[in-house]
């Protein structure tokens, strides 16, 4: 054990505490509020209903208190408990390439990691999704489900993997240009390919059939100028009876999908706004804006690695043996996460700012009122707690709390309201 050994404990259990803290917070707000619905939804929301989703919070808000205590010491079986070490030395025990063997390694701590998890998954959904009415998948489904997506882990990530190990072997001091180079290729190759060739995989997308509110969303799209390769309706009812909509992919391959519940559940005026709403994301470049952040953040985290993978004590603070490149990336896949944990207040601020401008273009293209009604809908509908405790949802949501979003867009509707622009269709 060194200095960085401290170091990496220290940040490990602070952020856990922190996050067990901030779910006791998030818990007691619930709790506290739970009998009474707030104004800004007394007439849309019934008590029964606001207490549904203060049980459901509350339900998985023990599920994750589980979660992070097990992810934490399951960092600490495969770091300094020895876990990498004893992988690594199976893997070299191989008559293998090296190649390979480091890309075993990596692999095998994804597939480790992921087949531990999978009591949590089950639980989360034939427990807690099943006792609050969401959950409609089947056990043969998700069994499926879970076979294909292992399967296509192994088929993305392993040349993924192999390519960036081989790149650090054979690229000199200045692989991690070339790996950032590689990763972003596979970022823009998968967000492009997602929607026609591994959403299918999962999901039945069928073109929207309604011809009056096909026709109504293409005058949205037609105004806003925007160009997309269709509009589906995905049949999100097979596994869930949680609603949303989405937009994927980019260029001529952008699709717009509603899950059938969603376009079950809102009104043709609702579905517009939402589709607005999502609309301004792209048209305020907000997904262009992510992902440059996001290739900044990785270009700067792959620089890191290649000068702590020249530094012995970062193997040594984490207890691993071998030095190898394969080990150096393990390593700083599985710790970065817990030398990050107080930047995520920073990233969730700018999602909300994000969903903020989303929302004014909602009100100015389609209908703040029918943009309310339809998130009040979705919130009833999803048992979304109207009620967080303001410091968790700070540190966590990515969207605005409920009544901030709310009050917000009463706001855009009355000034609108006020300069006399119409506010129906």
């Not at 006791?24 to 509020?33: D, I, K, L, W, Y």
């Not at 309604?210 to 969303?217: A, Q, T, Y």
């Not at 953040?297 to 530094?311: E, F, T």
């Amino acid at each position: 054990m060194n200095d960085f050994t401290w170091l990496f404990l220290f940040l490990l259990a602070g952020g856990l505490l922190l996050e067990l803290w901030l779910l006791r917070r998030q818990a007691h707000s619930v709790s506290v509020h739970r009998d009474q619905v707030p104004d800004a939804f007394a007439e849309k929301i019934s008590l029964e209903q606001h207490r549904k989703a203060a049980s459901y919070t509350l339900a998985n808000i023990r599920m994750e208190t589980i979660r992070l205590v097990f992810g934490a010491l399951l960092l600490l079986a495969f770091t300094l408990g020895g876990g990498l070490n004893w992988l690594d030395a199976w893997w070299q025990g191989l008559d293998i390439k090296p190649l390979w063997q480091g890309t075993g390694l990596l692999l095998s701590v994804l597939a480790i990691s992921t087949l531990l998890e999978l009591p949590l998954n089950v639980w989360r959904i034939f427990v807690i999704e099943e006792k609050f009415g969401f959950n409609r998948t089947t056990v043969r489904r998700f069994i499926t489900d879970q076979l294909l997506q292992l399967t296509l882990m192994l088929a993305i990530t392993t040349p993924l993997v192999a390519s960036i190990l081989w790149l650090m072997e054979k690229a000199g001091e200045s692989w991690w240009l070339g790996a950032w180079l590689v990763w972003m290729a596979f970022t823009l190759f998968f967000t492009w390919a997602y929607p026609s060739v591994i959403a299918p995989l999962f999901n039945k997308f069928s073109p929207l059939q309604d011809l009056s509110l096909k026709e109504r969303l293409e005058d949205l799209l037609l105004r806003c100028g925007f160009n997309s390769n269709g509009m589906f309706v995905m049949d999100g009812s097979r596994r869930s009876s949680h609603g949303n909509a989405y937009f994927s992919g980019f260029g001529k391959n952008k699709r717009i999908v509603f899950f059938d519940t969603l376009l079950q559940s809102l009104e043709a005026d609702e579905i517009e706004a939402v589709l607005a709403h999502e609309l301004g994301h792209f048209k305020r470049r907000h997904v262009l804006k992510m992902m440059l952040t996001m290739g900044v953040i990785s270009l700067l985290g792959l620089a890191l690695l290649g000068w702590l993978m020249q530094q012995a004590w970062f193997f040594e603070g984490l207890g691993a043996h071998n030095h190898s490149h394969a080990m150096a990336l393990a390593l700083f896949l599985l710790v970065i996460p817990t030398f990050t944990t107080f930047f995520t207040p920073i990233f969730s601020s700018l999602s909300r700012k994000h969903e903020f401008e989303a929302d004014n273009y909602a009100a100015q293209q389609s209908s703040a009122a029918a943009l309310i009604s339809g998130l009040v809908k979705m919130y009833r509908d999803n048992a979304s707690t109207l009620t967080p405790d303001p410091l968790y949802s700070a540190f966590h949501h990515s969207h605005p709390p409920a009544t901030v979003r709310i009050a917000h867009l009463l706001t855009r509707r009355s000034s609108r309201s006020g300069s006399g622009r119409r506010e129906g269709h």
